[in-house]
């Protein structure tokens, strides 16, 4: 559901509050466009001029012909509708409130947020397309830069802003938020999202060194003779432990540098085909080499550790008695 409109006038009220250097309204709204596809969110904010909000641009943006109104898609629009930039676009112009507007469609942004789309048109054009019209409505949120040479702090503006607020209870609606805290909890939302990934990782990494340690254990098993024997040809208990560890080390290399090439192969497959065709959106890969190197190489290591421990009954003293089996 669309959030409730704050005061039409009140961006203008709290700009003219000292300790404010500017405020900017904006509006999300909900847009149906196509009665067999989900509604896509219009998004209502200064985009002109120098104070305008810049977009993650992915193409654009282009100059509007005269006449005609400038709006800025996502790329989940762009591809559910076929859209491009330097088109104009009847269907939504259509859905605007003015029915004899030109709608041009003059870039394409990034959003990762709205799985459906996104449309940003400029605060100023929609409100002069729906001027006069019974759409017209304030913002539903305000972004207010603070004043750095003022000495109030947050608290301090916060209660002005709230006294511009008439009505009971009017002013407990407000809700502030600095754009470091949304950050925050998006990050942290993301982080939630994804933390299974990591126990999972760590599962599978517990699942390889038992491999490996039943694995070098079952060898040690097996090749009891042959390491007795190089036991009698003068390798210490040392240099048998050295090639059971340079084999387990080995064999970790082989898997480790496996592991990578196959995980990264996957990478490729989510970021540029299963994010296009079921999010319908793209994004750069970024491979965290040092983390990777560092994964690896701990892996590495502790594969070697095991197969060590497990090598260790192999140069015991049972291990050169087994081969009187064969005397």
């Known amino acids: 559901a669309d959030a409730a409109p704050l005061p039409a006038d009140l961006?203008?009220?709290?700009?003219?509050l000292p300790g404010v250097q500017r405020a900017q309204p904006m509006r999300g709204t909900s847009l149906w466009l196509s009665p067999d596809r989900p509604a896509v969110s219009l998004l209502l904010r200064p985009l002109h001029g120098p104070q305008g909000q810049q977009l993650p641009w992915i193409q654009g943006p282009v100059q509007a012909p005269a006449g005609s109104t400038p709006v800025y898609v996502s790329e989940a629009v762009a591809q559910l509708y076929g859209v491009r930039p330097g088109q104009e676009w009847p269907l939504l112009a259509q859905a605007l409130p003015s029915e004899d507007s030109r709608v041009f469609v003059a870039g394409i942004w990034r959003d990762y947020v709205?799985?459906?789309?996104?449309?940003a048109m400029d605060w100023d054009d929609y409100q002069q397309l729906a001027k006069g019209s019974a759409t017209t409505a304030g913002p539903t949120e305000i972004a207010i830069w603070p004043d750095g040479d003022d000495t109030a702090t947050a608290q301090q503006l916060q209660a002005r802003i709230q006294s511009l607020m008439t009505g009971p209870g009017a002013a407990r609606a407000l809700e502030f938020a600095s754009s470091g805290a949304l950050r925050e909890r998006s990050m942290?939302?993301?982080d939630r999202s994804f933390a299974v990934t990591y126990w999972l990782q760590a599962v599978a990494i517990g699942i390889g060194l038992f491999g490996i340690a039943a694995s070098f254990s079952a060898q040690v098993l097996a090749r009891r003779k042959e390491f007795g024997l190089l036991a009698h040809l003068g390798l210490t208990r040392r240099d048998i432990l050295a090639v059971v560890a340079g084999e387990g080390m080995a064999w970790t290399t082989a898997g480790a540098i496996a592991g990578s090439l196959l995980g990264l192969g996957v990478a490729v497959i989510l970021v540029h085909v299963v994010n296009p065709q079921s999010f319908?959106?793209?994004?750069?890969?970024s491979l965290p080499w040092p983390r990777?190197?560092?994964?690896?190489?701990?892996?590495?290591?502790?594969?070697?550790?095991?197969?060590?421990?497990a090598g260790r009954a192999a140069a015991g003293r049972e291990a050169v008695l087994a081969v009187k089996e064969d005397w």
Do not use: N
């Not at 961006?11 to 003219?16: G, K, W």
């Open 188 to 190: 942290r939302i993301f």
């Open 280 to 285: 319908h959106w793209t994004m750069e890969l």
């Open 114 to 119: 709205r799985q459906f789309g996104a449309i």
């Open 11 to 16: 961006a203008a009220r709290i700009a003219a």
């Open 292 to 309: 990777l190197l560092a994964l690896a190489a701990s892996v590495i290591a502790a594969g070697t550790l095991t197969a060590w421990l």
